[in-house]
């Protein structure tokens, strides 16, 4: 595997070893669209094999950014929203407070941003050709009517995998950068 993404070759046909059984794994996503075993353990192999992208993907990251992060807790920024909205009102300070809630984050965000910004924050590019990858010429298909029709997927993060917790908020980091 480390062997393919280094020198820019297809992971598809890449061999590798789990538990104990050479598996071949040029098929990862099952005709109907869902995901199959081997895909997810593609996904560990992945992550594991890259585990500096978290550690970098956390560094790109602000320190009001809490979603997806280890050692930072929702817990601790309502602690903050508290203190800030009892100092606004002893000194008679105005305050004004704006919430984002991205409930269709892993829906909406396109492919080709995640992969960009996953660029411009200094994720190793063997990784994004991995992921690149993973993501392309992925279909999903569906049957109305008796008849099936099979769609391309050019937009949202595959919910469940391994390493898509990360991918919106990354790319949601690319867009405030452009902003500031």
């Known amino acids: 595997m480390d062997e393919a993404a280094e020198a820019g070759k297809s992971i598809r046909k890449a061999r590798r070893s789990f538990a104990n059984y050479k598996t071949k794994m040029t098929s990862l996503r099952r005709p109907d669209g869902t995901v199959t075993a081997s895909r997810r353990a593609m996904e560990k192999v992945i992550y594991d094999f890259c585990s500096d992208w978290q550690r970098i993907l956390d560094e790109g990251q602000p320190c009001e950014q809490a979603g997806f992060r280890r050692w930072f807790s929702t817990i601790d ?8 909205i009892e100092v606004s009102r002893e000194y008679k300070m105005p305050l004004c407070l704006t919430f984002i809630a991205l409930k269709e984050a892993f829906d909406t965000v396109e492919t080709e941003a995640v992969i960009e910004a996953l660029g411009n924050q200094g994720v190793p590019t063997q990784f994004i050709r991995m992921l690149r990858e993973l993501y392309d010429n992925f279909t999903t298909r569906i049957s109305p ?13 595959r919910q469940g995998d391994t390493i898509s917790p990360k991918l919106p908020s990354a790319a949601l980091e690319n867009i405030m950068r452009h902003l500031e």
């Open 77 to 84: 920024h309502i602690h903050t929203l508290t203190r800030l």
């Open 145 to 157: 009517f008796y008849k099936e029709v099979i769609i391309n997927v050019k937009r949202g993060v």
